[in-house]
T-cell receptor, first 117, second 112 residues
């Protein structure tokens, strides 16, 4: 069974440029998460989807970040314009339905390492 | 304030010994607690989950304890091997919302 797929693995852009990350979750997983992880820190939730609905986007900086999950499968996270402080690893994870935690393990992709110059 | 703490300094353990990692939290009442392993350049990988009414959980060489009175979980790796070297993250699984609250992780180094 394929795991969570993310692309690209690495991205280097100049500040003020746009960037997009793509995620394909494990087949059958209704819940999809986007996290941001800084070096030496744990993942920080940006947005959580249940199927195609964004049920928790309270920590997504909506002035520059946007996300979508069309048809409840693949998801795209976009930053426009990128700032120096956005440099981090962006992780996508998925889990079976039933809502975020609640005892459901999360399956992570390898992440996209973003460097903003 | 609410927070979750793991050993910030790397833990160096001799191969064959038992490694013990700590996860402390304040002002949370987690229904579950999860432990993940993360290798450099990769996403976290789920290891174990323990429920609030469980004192201990085992899986092969791994053991997790959960003390809701002390607000602490301990993660043990027995007969440690160099391949166990990684960063280990604990995450609180709250019943009141639907997300995990993550610690910063502890880097474990097993020396041959």
């Amino acid at each position: 069974e394929a795991g969570v797929v993310q692309s690209p693995r690495y991205k280097i852009i100049e500040k003020k440029q746009p960037v997009a990350f793509w995620c394909n979750p494990i087949s059958g997983h209704n819940t999809l998460y986007w996290y941001l992880q800084n070096l030496g820190q744990g993942p920080e939730l940006l947005i959580r989807y249940e199927n195609e609905e964004a049920v928790d986007d309270s920590q997504l900086p909506k002035d520059r970040f946007s996300a979508e999950r069309l048809k409840g499968v693949d998801s795209t996270l976009k930053i426009q314009p990128a700032e120096l402080g956005d440099s981090a690893v962006y992780l996508c994870a998925s889990s079976l339905g039933g809502g975020g935690g609640r005892g459901n393990e999360q399956f992570f992709g390898p992440g996209t390492r973003l460097t903003v110059l | 304030s609410q927070k979750i703490e793991q050993n910030s300094e790397a833990l160096n353990i001799q191969e064959g010994k038992t490694a013990t990692l700590t996860c402390n939290y304040t002002n949370y009442s987690p229904a579950y607690l999860q432990w993940y392993r993360q290798d450099p350049g990769r996403g976290p990988v789920f290891l174990l989950l323990i429920r609030e009414n469980e004192k201990e959980k085992r899986k092969e060489r791994l053991k997790v304890t959960f003390d809701t009175t002390l607000k602490q979980s301990l993660f043990h790796i027995t007969a440690s091997q160099p391949a166990d070297s990684a960063t280990y993250l604990c995450a609180l699984d709250l019943d009141s919302n639907y997300q995990l609250i993550w610690g910063a992780g502890t880097k474990l180094i097993i020396k041959p």
